[in-house]
């Protein structure tokens, strides 16, 4: 078994400062605590406990999903009842992008999508969200790429087919 060189999984923490959905939320909370203290009724903590429910959503299906770097693969671990563990040979990662919006760097996440040749990825890019030092993670990521792809002496080749009219 090869050593992890990262474990991580995405950031409840990080989702609620950095993305609008985690803000909207915290306002909610926030919203139904005042008005119930306000002296509108206690009905309004209803708002509050929809806030806690989608926290306690998020951080579920956050704990479900872990993720580990290992000097020749991309292991992503999924499930808490029913789990699945899928393996992505480095060498064979085409692309690895990094996105964050104004709100995701001042909270310090990202969302860093991989593209492959693995049938892991046959339906589309894998996208980690909410991950924390995702800059890092990606170049890290990136170097051992790199790495793999020179100790196997693999080479990329896009095909492109274009019609002559």
Same mark, same amino acid.
């Given at each position: 078994?090869?050593?992890?060189?990262?474990?991580?999984?995405?950031?409840?923490?990080?989702?609620?400062?950095?993305?609008?959905?985690?803000?909207?939320?915290?306002?909610?909370?926030?919203?139904?605590? @005042?008005?119930?203290?306000?002296?509108? @009724?206690?009905?309004?903590?209803?708002?509050?406990?929809?806030?806690?429910?989608?926290?306690?959503?998020?951080?579920?299906?956050?704990?479900?999903?872990?993720?580990?770097?290992?000097?020749?693969?991309?292991?992503?671990?999924?499930?808490?009842?029913?789990?699945?563990?899928?393996?992505?040979?480095?060498?064979?990662?085409?692309?690895?992008?990094?996105?964050?919006?104004?709100?995701?760097?001042?909270?310090?996440?990202?969302?860093i999508t991989i593209s492959s040749s693995d049938?892991?990825?046959?339906?589309?890019?894998?996208?980690?969200a909410d991950i924390e030092r995702a800059r890092?993670?990606?170049?890290?990521?990136?170097?051992?790429?790199?790495?793999?792809?020179?100790?196997?002496?693999?080479?990329?080749?896009?095909?492109?087919?274009?019609?002559?009219?």
């Amino acid at each position: 078994m090869e050593l992890a060189l990262d474990t991580f999984r995405p950031s409840t923490l990080g989702w609620l400062r950095g993305t609008l959905a985690g803000w909207g939320t915290i306002l909610l909370a926030l919203a139904g605590i @005042g008005v119930t203290l306000a002296g509108y @009724g206690i009905y309004w903590l209803g708002l509050a406990a929809v806030s806690l429910l989608i926290i306690l959503v998020k951080w579920v299906q956050n704990l479900a999903s872990k993720y580990e770097v290992t000097p020749d693969r991309l292991i992503i671990r999924r499930g808490i009842i029913r789990k699945s563990i899928d393996e992505i040979e480095l060498y064979r990662i085409k692309d690895v992008r990094i996105d964050f919006t104004i709100i995701n760097q001042l909270a310090g996440i990202g969302r860093i999508t991989i593209s492959s040749s693995d049938e892991t990825t046959r339906d589309g890019d894998l996208v980690l969200a909410d991950i924390e030092r995702a800059r890092e993670r990606r170049e890290t990521l990136r170097q051992l790429v790199d790495t793999a792809r020179q100790q196997r002496r693999v080479r990329e080749i896009d095909m492109v087919h274009e019609d002559i009219s």
